[in-house]
């Protein structure tokens, strides 16, 4: 039972346009939000959170928004740089921190 | 480097043995976790302790696997009679206290397990 998806298994951006990667959960219990990159042979890196009581959070090039009532996230990236193309998650808790749920990820390759 | 760590990288065996995992935290963080990931989908939650306590477990953790943490320090996660479809990346991650840095996880690089 697949509580967090990202339909998305790719997407391909010019450098310097934004891309949005989506995200989507079940589970209306989760409490916070966040994204992770993942490059080749190495462990998912953080990149930005959301708390459920937000519904945007910045920083620097990279903004998520949440829709609690579409049970919807996004991770806007502007200007797209080509170092940033790596494998993005995006994963979910309850407020206890207890437990993760992670999406299948969206392969993001920026075009110089 | 003070990241975490997970030893081995790589380990390959032939089904019906048992293998051992180490996960080294980053020192000051006193929630662990573990999760599998195979090709394709995101890492796939398996274990969480806060210090020395195992305090969740996923039903994909069957009998076949266990974990500890003794001391609250480093971890193991043990497999017993591997079998083939235990093949994928086991991937450790550690974070601080709730409260203090809510949720954000550290992972180190995974090890990556064949079964023959």
């Known amino acids: 039972d697949q509580q967090v998806k990202q339909n998305s298994p790719s997407l391909s951006v010019q450098e310097g346009r934004i891309s949005i990667l989506n995200c989507d959960y079940t589970?209306?219990?989760?409490?916070?939000f966040l994204w992770y990159k993942k490059y080749p042979a190495e462990g998912p890196t953080f990149l930005i959170s959301?708390?459920?009581?937000?519904d945007k959070n910045e920083d620097g090039r990279f903004t998520v928004f949440l829709n609690k009532s579409a049970k919807h996230l996004s991770l806007h990236i502007v200007p797209s740089q080509p170092g940033d193309s790596a494998v993005y998650f995006c994963?979910?808790?309850?407020?206890?921190?207890?437990?993760?749920?992670f999406g299948t990820g969206t392969s993001l390759t920026v075009i110089p | 480097d003070t990241g975490v760590s997970q030893d081995p990288r790589h380990k390959i065996t032939k089904r019906g043995q048992n293998v051992t995992f180490r996960c080294d935290p980053i020192?000051?963080?006193?929630?662990l976790y573990w999760y599998r990931q195979t090709l394709g989908q995101g890492p796939e939650f398996l274990t969480y302790?806060?210090?020395?306590?195992?305090?969740?477990k996923s039903r994909l953790l069957s009998d076949r696997f266990s974990a500890e943490r003794p001391k609250g320090s480093f971890s193991t996660l043990e497999i017993q009679r591997t079998e083939q479809g235990d093949s994928a990346m086991y991937l450790c991650?550690?974070?601080?206290?709730?409260?203090?840095?809510?949720?954000?996880?550290?992972f180190g690089p995974g090890t990556r397990l064949t079964v023959l």
């Open positions: 991650a550690s974070s601080l206290p709730v409260g203090i840095s809510y949720n954000e996880q550290f």
């Open positions: 589970n209306s219990m989760f409490d916070y």
């Open positions: 959301i708390s459920s009581i937000k």
């Open positions: 994963a979910a808790s309850g407020d206890t921190g207890n437990q993760f749920y």
């Open positions: 020192s000051e963080h006193n929630r």
């Open positions: 302790f806060q210090n020395e306590a195992q305090l969740e």
